[in-house]
């Protein structure tokens, strides 16, 4: 199956830095990514949608300004987390769609994000 | 009251018994009906994938979607711990967006 693959792992960073978030899709081009946060016992919430060659659609409540995404390639999507504070703390996720008409999702290992 | 609804759990059963996971649904345009399995501090990986209503089996998994009730079950047989995870329900209408169940966290202990 197609595999993604997700850059940091984890990462801590302080209150007030900037983190950018690596998402690849190692076998196959995808001209959509989806980014999502998950907290504990909680389930995926869509944050945005990354388009390569424009812009990304975010979901309600999620601020562009403070999580940028930028889809450079096929193959490669980022996050970035602006002025992070320790709200922001948790387990972002990306995935890729499927192909032949299914719609399955292929998901990255997930970053685990913490802010001090 | 949230789209798709799923027991968190956790449900701990032994090595050997029979599992099975429920998702209730509110979105009579759900069409399409997916199971994942995600192992702690990973990201999910499909394991099933149904359209409409009906039986798909797979191995020891059998995934089953009633839309006349909008419930969907999967079932494990012979479960082993290695199937110790979190399953999230996911389903959609017929874009690649999904609407996911929070997860039921599994243990099965030996």
């Known amino acids: 199956g197609a595999v993604v693959s997700q850059h940091p792992s984890r990462v801590i960073c302080k209150s007030g830095t900037s983190v950018k978030i690596e998402c690849r899709s190692l076998d196959f081009q995808a001209t959509t990514m989806f980014w999502y946060r998950q907290f504990p016992k909680q389930s995926l919430m869509l944050m945005a949608t990354?388009?390569?060659?424009?812009?990304?659609?975010?979901e309600q409540g999620v601020e562009k300004d403070k999580f940028l995404i930028n889809h450079a390639s096929l193959t490669l999507s980022t996050l970035t987390v602006t002025s992070a504070h320790p709200e922001d703390s948790s387990f972002y996720i990306c995935s890729a769609p499927g192909t032949g008409g299914s719609y399955e999702q292929y998901f990255g290992p997930g970053t685990r994000l913490t802010v001090t | 009251q949230k789209e798709v609804e799923q027991d968190p759990g956790p449900l701990s059963v032994p090595e050997g018994a029979i599992v099975s996971l429920n998702c209730t649904y509110s979105n009579s345009a759900f069409q399409y009906f997916m199971w994942y399995r995600q192992y702690s501090r990973k990201g999910p990986e499909l394991l099933m994938y149904?359209?409409?209503?009906g039986n798909k089996e797979d191995g020891r998994f059998t995934a089953q979607v009633d839309k006349s009730s909008k419930y969907i079950s999967l079932f494990i047989r012979d479960s082993q711990p290695s199937d110790s995870a979190t399953y999230l329900c996911a389903m959609t209408p017929g874009s690649y967006i999904p609407t996911f169940g929070r997860g039921t966290s599994l243990i099965v202990h030996p």
């Open positions: 990354s388009n390569e060659g424009s812009k990304a659609t975010y």
């Open positions: 149904t359209y409409s209503s």
